[in-house]
């Protein structure tokens, strides 16, 4: 009697899965962002991603970190639109700040220097004020 409960509740659990995975799929069809916490992203039909990161800009190099990957931000009218909305988080020109993206995703040119994944900026969704307890930077001197 047990096993037979044990295979119902392992059968349940399973359809209740794929169900969820269905729903996800039917909103990438209406065109939805889906953003998961983790900064994992699911594709748009349209091509593109949501993903979600820290962004930094500096010295002419544009940068998006996930929990996961670093991406090298394509530098365009995009890119810099975004850079004017998260300067007002930044305390530090090296402050990374939380954004949420939507962009064309795609691997570097073998002859390019720079981070091999790369991403296009097409849609600025969310910018927040980073995370004061997040403080990961090391200062060295009195400034």
């Not at 889906?34 to 010295?59: H, M, N, P, R, W």
């Not at 002419?60 to 909305?85: C, R």
């Not at 002859?111 to 004020?129: A, F, H, R, T, Y």
């Amino acid at each position: 009697m047990k096993k037979a409960f044990l295979i119902l509740i392992v059968f349940a659990v399973t359809l209740s899965c794929k169900g969820e995975k269905k729903s996800e799929a039917e909103a990438t069809a209406d065109n939805q962002t889906i953003v998961a916490e983790d900064g994992k992203t699911i594709k748009q039909s349209d091509g593109l991603v949501a993903i979600q990161g820290d962004f930094i800009y500096y010295e002419e190099a544009a940068v998006l970190k996930t929990s996961t990957k670093m991406y090298g931000v394509i530098l365009n009218d995009k890119m810099h639109e975004l850079q004017g909305q998260v300067k007002a988080f930044k305390k530090e020109d090296t402050d990374m700040v939380p954004v949420t993206i939507r962009g064309r995703m795609f691997k570097k040119n073998p002859n390019e220097e720079g981070w091999e994944d790369k991403i296009e900026i097409k849609e600025i969704l969310k910018v927040s004020p980073p995370n004061p307890e997040a403080n990961d930077v090391i200062k060295i001197g009195n400034k």
